[in-house]
């Protein structure tokens, strides 16, 4: 095995000695313990331990005999065998991040000053407004009306619908409407993937889109009480100047009944339909 091998198995959770070992019984079929350390370059004192780690790992496959004899398994096996342990760590360190993130959300929340009057900011420019709306997306705690449009499609849209998934994974009640004329634009982009993968599951629990026809402004109210709206370029229609963040329940609440409005017209509901080809099973 050349040297960047070895050296990108340590990305997978082994250590110097654990690839170099593993490299080199590949090479050699099998081999004892002692003919292991010399050709790795392993201290004597440590050659079973690393060796003994491999076999828990199923890297290695042990013929008692004496000596001991070592074979790799294929390298095929080492890395699913690798990939399945690595996504199991990393699910856990996710987990336990999460955990902590939710204890530190209401450690420090008391100490946020509330300010009873209404809040104002604005983000100008395309990146900027589309940073600013993920960012502002990331703050919903209960739930999250989203009028929802997308003409064209750029890769740095993945960044919203990631704030849209992490957000109904984290437990916030997601509605989002979606217009029929942008159902193309998603279906032909790799946003199409990462829907199916991420966010169909939700569908009709935490998460529930409709699709409505014709043009609207583009918005959002958040927890009930903050509300975002896109901005148009008036030189640039299929592009936005701006986006509006708004910090007050009355306007908040305006949106949301607009948001009703909208809803209670939409003639697809994007579950149910999901929900009836899964019952129907796929058509021909």
Do not use: C
Request: proline content about 5%; aromatic content about 8%.
């Amino acid at each position: 095995m050349d040297v960047d091998a070895a050296e990108e198995l340590k990305g997978f959770g082994l250590s110097s000695y654990e690839a170099g070992a593993y490299s080199v019984l590949l090479r050699l079929g099998s081999a004892d313990a002692s003919l292991v350390a010399h050709k790795a370059g392993i201290p004597f004192g440590r050659v079973y331990d690393v060796l003994n780690s491999l076999v828990d790992r199923g890297l290695l496959t042990l013929h008692e005999g004496r000596p001991k004899q070592y074979r790799a398994v294929q390298p095929r096996v080492a890395m699913s065998l690798l990939l399945a342990q690595r996504k199991r760590e990393l699910d856990d360190r996710y987990a336990d991040l999460t955990r902590l993130a939710s204890d530190l959300e209401k450690r420090l929340s008391p100490k946020v000053k509330k300010d009873p009057s209404s809040f104002y900011s604005a983000s100008v420019g395309e990146e900027q407004s589309r940073s600013f709306l993920v960012e502002k997306l990331a703050e919903a705690a209960q739930s999250m009306d989203v009028n929802l449009e997308v003409p064209t499609y750029q890769a740095q849209d993945k960044d919203l619908f990631d704030a849209l998934v992490a957000a109904v994974e984290r437990g916030v009640r997601t509605r989002i409407l979606l217009r029929e004329a942008d159902i193309p634009t998603i279906l032909d982009s790799p946003l199409n993937e990462v829907i199916a993968r991420t966010m169909i599951p939700h569908l009709g629990k935490r998460l529930h889109v409709r699709v409505i026809e014709g043009e609207v402004v583009p918005f959002a109210v958040v927890d009930g009480e903050k509300a975002i709206v896109g901005v148009k370029n008036p030189v640039n229609p299929r592009a936005y100047f701006a986006t509006v963040y708004i910090w007050d329940p009355k306007f908040a609440g305006e949106l949301s009944a607009r948001f009703e409005e909208l809803w209670g017209t939409a003639e697809l509901d994007v579950g149910e339909l999901v929900g009836k080809e899964t019952q129907d099973g796929p058509r021909a």
